[in-house]
């Protein structure tokens, strides 16, 4: 292989990769426009926040090596789904599966697969919703349909999956089974401020009714 093949190979994935960077633009750019657009209606915001990331050129290549798909750019864009990452942290449960709605039923958005890790939690206690989606991306010279992940979850399910994330690769995957079970109940008292606070948030009044004037509307804590 020469050093021009090189140049060429290198810049055939450095473009290959700018596709999965204009998708997160675009899925973020839908979200950001939900976001702004509850706000504009004075509405109840479900978004708390959201991230991005572009999984780098190593662990792209990691992964196809790992799971020994074929190491050719048709085969990655086949395989590797996860390339572009976008995180939606919503305040309560029930905004989930509003926000997934409200991008399943887009157009331009094709809903290649699902995972539900809320209803069927990890056995480390991982909760999540994971979709893969897939999204036109218009350059200039061409059109492709680039996937994204989409991992929609609440604050204290983030929360935890952040620490867990830590101390997994701190014990590089080996983690003790002490501190494991401790993780597993960490994971549970997650999920039980997840259901005390929607249960919380149905009291509160959205109908912008004076809870003083209206005794059933009274919050009993
Ligand atoms: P990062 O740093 O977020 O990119 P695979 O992707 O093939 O290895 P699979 O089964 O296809 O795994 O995907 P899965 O498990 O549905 O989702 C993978 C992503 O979900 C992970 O990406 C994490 O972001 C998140 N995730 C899944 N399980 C856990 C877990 O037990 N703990 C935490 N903290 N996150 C989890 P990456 O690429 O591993 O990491």
Request: proline share 5%; hydrophobic share 40%; glycine share 2%.
């Amino acid at each position: 292989v020469s050093i021009e093949d090189i140049r060429v190979l290198r810049g055939q994935f450095l473009d290959f990769m700018l596709d999965y960077k204009f998708a997160i633009d675009e899925i973020t750019t839908k979200i950001n426009i939900l976001r702004e657009d509850f706000n504009n209606a004075n509405e109840y915001n479900p978004i708390e926040h959201i991230n991005s990331r572009l999984k780098s050129p190593e662990s792209v290549l990691e992964k196809v090596q790992r799971k020994n798909y074929p190491m050719n750019l048709a085969s990655i864009r086949e395989n590797v789904l996860d390339i572009a990452g976008v995180r939606v942290i919503c305040s309560f449960i029930s905004d989930i599966v509003k926000i997934r709605d409200m991008l399943a039923g887009q157009e331009d958005i094709t809903v290649l697969e699902e995972r539900d890790y809320i209803t069927n939690r990890k056995p480390n206690g991982y909760q999540s919703l994971h979709l893969i989606v897939s999204i036109p991306v218009f350059r200039s010279h061409r059109t492709a349909r680039i996937p994204v992940e989409i991992q929609i979850r609440t604050i204290a399910m983030d929360f935890w999956a952040s620490l867990e994330h830590k101390i997994y690769y701190k014990y590089r995957g080996e983690v003790p089974p002490n501190l494991q079970a401790e993780l597993t109940q960490a994971a549970e008292a997650a999920t039980r401020l997840d259901e005390k606070m929607e249960s919380l948030h149905r009291l509160v009044d959205h109908t912008g009714r004076d809870p003083h004037q209206d005794p059933s509307e009274t919050l009993d804590l």
